[in-house]
Structures are given as C-alpha cells and as structure tokens.
C-alpha cells in the first residue's frame, strides 16, 4: 500500500478533501480553534447557526453536563448574518476547505431571505438549514418536526440558492423517515442526522432545573447509539447523502457512522473537550484506511454487515 | 494540586484560568474543569485550589507525583492591576481565595505595597493559606460564620466595617467567592464608589469562547446583552454586570 488513502466523499454536489466536518455551535466562526490546528485540514466547517438578526441567546445557566452528556440551551446566540459576512467571513480567507452557513428563521420567509444573502457570497459553499434547534420558541425544532412545513422551509431555501442545500432534522419526532423523506422531495441535497435531543436535567438540592430554560438539547457521548440508529433509518429511506452527527468523540465513533451509511460526519461537543478532536479523527481515518488496505473511503461507507 | 510547565508559567497571569482534564479519554466526566490559577512559582510551577465536591475533583485527589493531566490555558483576562498609588482590598469567600492568592503574591512581589485581604470561611477548619498570605506581608482579617476563629460572621459584614472605617482615601477592591457574597461586595463599593473588580465563575464547556455556555448578563447600556466568562472575563469591573438578575 503507497498512495495515501483518498478520504475525498461528494455531499450533494459538494466535494470535500475527508468527511470530517466541524459541526455549527461548536467551532465559533471557524478561527477560533486556530492555535490549536489548521481548520484547513478539515473536510469543510459549518459556522454557528445565523439569523437575519442578532440574537443574543438564553439567560444563564445556559449547559450542564450530564453523564457522558451535555445538556445546552444556548439559545442560538449569533451576531446576524450580515455581519458575519461582512466582519468574520474575509478572516475566512485563508481557510482553504468549504465554508458552510447553518441558517436560522422566525419564520419559512426568513429562510428564503438569508438564503438569497448567501446566493451572493462567494466565500460561502453551501447553506446547512437549522428546522432543529430546541432552543428558541420561534421557528427552529418547530418547523422540524412537521413534514409539510419542513419541506416548505426547504423549498423556500431551495428556490433561492444554487449553492447545495443541507437539512439538519431533530430527532424530536415519531418517524425521521417521514421529515427525510418530505425535505428530499422539496430539494435538499444533503441530510444531517442529528440535532440533540430533548432532554432535561434537575439540581436536587435547589430543587430547580440546571438550565434556565428549563429543558435543552443533549449532545455527546450519550447520544450516539441514538444517532447511529437514526442515521440507518434515514440512510435506507432516501437517497441524497446523510451526514452523521451525534456524539463523536474518535475515528472509531466515526467509522460507525461511516459503515451504516453516513456519507460524512460531524463533530461537535467533542471539541469542547478536545479542541483537536476533529483534525486527530481526520488522522484516525486516514490511519486506519492503511492498515486496513482500503484504497478509498467510500469503500467503507455502508458496508456494515448484518445477515 | 500543582504542575510544571514552563510554557504555561512564563504567560500565566493572576485572574486567568485553566481547563483541566485528568483522563484524556474519559466521557464519565465528560468535559474539562475550569480552575483559576492560584499559584505560580519560581520552577515554572502553576498550582490550583480544589475542594472534592464532584466526580471531576474527586479524580484530582486520585493523582500521584510525576502523573500527567491534560491542560488548556491561560484562558480570560486576568486582574487589572492597581496604580502603585492605589491601596487594594482584597475580599475572598471561602475557595474564591484561589485567584486572589495569585494576586496578592504578584503585588507583593512586584510592589511591595501594603495590601489588606479579608477572607471568609464557615469555620476554622477550612480555613487556609492564612499563613503563607501572612508571609507575603499581607494585613490579614479572617471571619468564620461560626466565630472559631478571628470575626464572627460573614466576610461580608467584615468589609462593611472595614469600609466604614476607610479614611478618604479610596481602596480599590478585588473579589472572589460565591454569588451572593459577590454581590454584597460590589453593592457596597458602588455604594461608596470604589473601583471594583470581581472574577466570576460560569457554567461552560469549553473555556475558549465557542460553546457560549457561561453567559453573564452585562448592564444595561452596555454594547453587549450577555458577556462570556471565558473570554471577556473572568474578571470583569463589576459596573460591567447586571447584578439585578444575578
């Protein structure tokens, strides 16, 4: 075996060196994990969720951790789409992998509106549409959980863009199939599965919940059988590309999301913890492609046996 | 708990903070710990105060000599210090010492000036680095809630009187410790309009500026709705918060 491994995966019509991607909310804008490595060396970035306007997130305590867990309601806080375009998106000049925008709306117009802002972005390689936040009383989780107003927000992002369409789902719901398959039909090129789970978490001796907001979204270690699970669901449900996400910690989590079908994965939490994580799970893949004599990883992707 | 690293010790300043994880591959606990730096000594030697109270300290008090721990820092801002003009009053509620100790020894070192510090804890017992502060040649005031040593009653009350008794010239404070205790500081400061400085604790997950965990709220008319522990604090002027809501 000479020739590195190729780790280069095709999501919806967007190619990227690995298929390892920074997941939004937990990699700031893209350069704040800069002294730690080159985010250059990832498959691509998804930047904090944006909205047409700022928001400036939920009242303290906004995380908790729960066992092998974190439980956030941040509350999206962001700085808006403009100015992130216009203070933060030429400081990504030099980031040499796709920069990709999570989107936040009130309401299926404000969709349609930051996407026609980022039609006209050139720094920016494709739109990650957020109908999964648990956090915000508006719009977010809201429009994920109904099929019909899903593929509505996806429709309305769609027909304003030409740049590939993602759509993060919640696993907030019944049957994920039925939302994946309802966003596949309105356009979306790519799926990402998944956002955190509803959850909440009691502080006995006050008697009063951890998060201020009562109930937020779990994310970690704690969530990946879940995730995996949900991402096999929807890899057999439709056939656009799935992104897994949900408590990767190492290549070993990602390549079980690889062998069940996932086309990438992202990491998240983990890099609260690591801020290497995801640039030593690139490295772990790659490792374990040559020990393995696998050529290219999309052999792996999958390939999970089960008769 | 201390450890050596040169790198670490030539740019940690008093205030600043570390994120600290015992077992690298550890997700029971999951994420890493935030500790001011209570310490710095001359072998590039940084040293943290900690009381076992959960499942991540309790892993510290496992840990022998020449054991290695995963640190990220200096992390936030750090104290401003005083003018060399500026008499400072330095006020810790029980572990809130932590910071302050840091501080006391780098004004001592650095300016030999006269330095009052007041601390507080529920009793004698835990009481600590009571000595070492004496060392540094710091006028030292203790208060104990149940009077086994020094003043009885809160290191709170202690300042009031402390504050009644200042002649015109203004101390600037320096505080340290749990919420309410915080707050009755900075209220008595405002009060008597002293410059004040406080280092906060935040519930957060990364302590690099990207989770968005540890908001704080800023005061109103402030630029910002919330502030970040982790990266515009930890230490904030205190007319900075909004201390209706804390």
């Not at chain 1, 298929?19 to 080159?38: C, E, M, N, Q, R």
């Not at chain 1, 079908?261 to 374990?288: K, S, W």
């Not at chain 2, 050596?4 to 890493?32: C, I, T, W, Y």
């Not at chain 2, 915080?182 to 690099?208: D, Q, R, W, Y």
Request: aromatic residues 6%; hydrophobic residues 45%.
């Amino acid at each position: 075996m000479a020739a590195s491994p190729d780790l280069s995966v095709d999501i919806g019509g967007l190619r990227i060196k690995n298929p390892v991607i920074a997941a939004s909310g937990t990699f700031g804008y893209g350069t704040k994990l800069i002294t730690f490595y080159d985010p250059s060396l990832l498959g691509a970035i998804i930047v904090k969720g944006l909205s047409l306007r700022p928001i400036p997130g939920n009242p303290p305590p906004r995380t908790a951790e729960t066992p092998c867990g974190l439980l956030n309601s941040i509350g999206l806080a962001n700085i808006g789409i403009d100015a992130f375009i216009d203070e933060k998106l030429p400081s990504l000049d030099t980031i040499r992998t796709p920069i990709i925008t999570n989107i936040y709306g009130r309401t299926i117009e404000e969709y349609g509106e930051l996407a026609k802002r980022i039609e006209k972005v050139d720094g920016i390689s494709a739109i990650e549409i957020n109908i999964s936040c648990p956090n915000v009383d508006k719009g977010g989780m809201v429009f994920g959980t109904d099929p019909d107003t899903a593929a509505m927000v996806t429709d309305q992002v769609a027909r304003n863009t030409t740049k590939p369409v993602i759509v993060k789902l919640t696993p907030n719901v019944t049957d994920i199939t039925v939302i994946a398959r309802a966003v596949e039909s309105a356009g979306a090129q790519a799926l990402s599965v998944t956002n955190t789970f509803l959850g909440m978490s009691v502080d006995v001796a006050t008697r009063r919940p951890k998060l201020a907001n009562i109930v937020g979204g779990l994310s970690g270690p704690a969530i990946k059988p879940m995730a995996l699970y949900l991402v096999y669901k929807v890899v057999a449900a439709v056939s656009i590309p799935v992104i897994g996400v949900g408590g990767i910690i190492d290549y070993h989590d990602a390549l079980e999301f690889l062998l069940v079908g996932a086309r990438a994965i992202q990491v998240g939490t983990a890099n609260f913890i690591n801020p290497r994580a995801a640039i030593e799970i690139v490295q772990g893949l790659n490792d374990f492609c040559v020990r393995e004599n696998v050529s290219n990883i999309v052999q792996i992707i999958g390939s999970v046996v089960t008769e | 708990m201390g450890f050596r690293s040169e790198r670490l010790a030539s740019s940690a300043m008093p205030g600043q903070f570390l994120m600290l994880r015992v077992d690298s591959n550890s997700k029971d606990p999951l994420l890493r710990r935030p500790f001011s730096i209570h310490e710095k000594s001359d072998d590039n030697r940084l040293t943290i105060l900690y009381k076992v109270v959960g499942q991540g300290t309790s892993l510290f008090s496992t840990l022998k000599e020449d054991d290695s721990i995963s640190v990220i820092g200096p992390l936030g801002n750090g104290f401003s210090l005083p003018h060399p003009e500026e008499r400072a009053i330095l006020v810790a509620g029980g572990m809130g010492i932590a910071p302050l100790f840091f501080l006391a020894q780098a004004l001592s070192r650095a300016q030999k000036r006269h330095m009052k510090m007041l601390l507080g804890f529920p009793t004698s017992q835990e009481v600590v680095l009571a000595d070492q502060l004496k060392d540094l040649g710091v006028n030292l005031s203790l208060a104990t809630e149940d009077g086994s040593l020094g003043f009885r009653g809160l290191v709170t009350d202690l300042f009031d009187q402390s504050i009644d008794q200042e002649s015109e010239a203004k101390p600037i404070i320096y505080a340290c410790g749990p919420r309410p205790m915080i707050k009755k500081i900075v209220n008595k400061a405002m009060t008597f309009n002293l410059k004040c400085f406080v280092s906060m604790e935040g519930f957060m997950a990364c302590g690099l500026g990207i989770c968005l965990g540890c908001a704080i709220k800023a005061a109103q008319g402030k630029e910002k709705v919330y502030y970040y522990v982790c990266q515009d604090g930890p230490v904030f002027s205190a007319e900075m918060i909004d201390w209706e809501v804390m």
